[in-house]
Each structure stands twice: as C-alpha cells, then as structure tokens.
C-alpha cells in the first residue's frame, strides 16, 4: 500500500498548507509546471517525488525530468504527462498513446482545473489535480491525496484553499 499526494502548477509556488497535506504521504507526484528547481528540491526533501516538466518549466526542470513518465505503482500502471487534455477531450496525439501504454490510471495538468473521471472507453481513470500554485486563472488552489493498494486506488482526498 503506498499513499500518494498529487500536485501540478506549483509555478515556482509552495507553501506550508500544501506541505502539511502532503508530509504524510509515501510519494509525490507532480504533474508539470513546477516553476524552479527550488520547489522540486523541496518536494524531494519531504518524500520521493516522481515529477514531469511542463510547459512553463526552463531548462534547468526539462534537463532533470522528462515530458512524460509510465510507472507502476504497486499493481497500478500509471501514464503521468503536463498536456493531455481529458476523456473525450483528449491534447493531440494523447488517445493513440493511451491506446498503446494501457495504463490504469492516467494524470495530466495544465488546465488549472482538478478533475477526477474515469474513462469508459479506454478502462482508465484520469485525474488532475488542478492547480496548487498561485500563479493563473484559478480562484481555489488544489491537490489531491490517495491511497494505491493493490490493484485500486482508493481513500481520494481533496485539499481546497483560497488563492
């Protein structure tokens, strides 16, 4: 059993808030637009941090992770890029990539907005965790914590806060 604190679009932004909810945890994750190298360092001190690079993120963050990750975690297959859109409304190029990885769990940010659905077609539950900076349209800054046993994720825990 692992719990997992998911964050994206941090934009160079953390505070003690999201660090209390997310101490808990086994790992981070963190789906693009960290923002600074310093906010990546800083995750990594608290837990393990498996992290994309998003489209915000300079060369320093792109030079130290990758555009996308495909991973398992405990019995979970878990497909994690910034730009991906959203079932049905999938970014360009992301449903044939699903189609071939096949992952259970798919996550993706960008879009500021937290969503969790799942997939009928594809048999994938899709989350992001919305954004947890300051920086963008958003009104309420978001991250998510859940548990992975087995082959389920469960226990999904919203964290809301004003901007």
């Given amino acids: 059993m ?5 964050l994206s679009d941090t934009h160079s932004y953390i505070d003690d808030k999201i660090i209390d909810f997310i101490k808990s945890v086994d790992e981070i994750w963190h ?4 923002g600074n ?7 990594k001190r608290i837990k393990p941090t498996r992290a ?5 993120d ?3 963050l792109r030079n130290e992770l990758a555009e996308s990750l495909l991973f398992d975690c405990e019995n979970v297959k878990v497909f994690i890029t910034h730009i ?3 079932p049905k409304k999938y970014a360009k190029g992301i449903k044939a990539i699903l189609r071939e990885l096949k992952p259970q769990l798919f996550i993706a940010g960008h879009s500021h907005i937290l969503k969790v659905m799942y997939d009928k077609e594809l048999e994938l539950l899709y989350m992001n965790p919305g ?3 300051k920086s963008g349209f958003h009104k309420v800054r978001t991250a998510l914590r859940f548990t992975v046993e087995n082959d389920k994720i469960k226990d999904l825990e919203i964290l809301e806060l004003k901007r």
């Fill in 37 to 43: 190298m310093e906010v990546l360092e800083q995750l």
């Fill in 2 to 6: 692992k719990k997992i604190a998911l």
């Fill in 58 to 60: 300079g060369f320093e």
């Fill in 131 to 133: 954004a947890a900076g």
């Fill in 31 to 34: 789906a693009g637009d960290i």
């Fill in 84 to 86: 991906g859109g959203y």
């Fill in 52 to 56: 994309v690079y998003g489209n915000i």
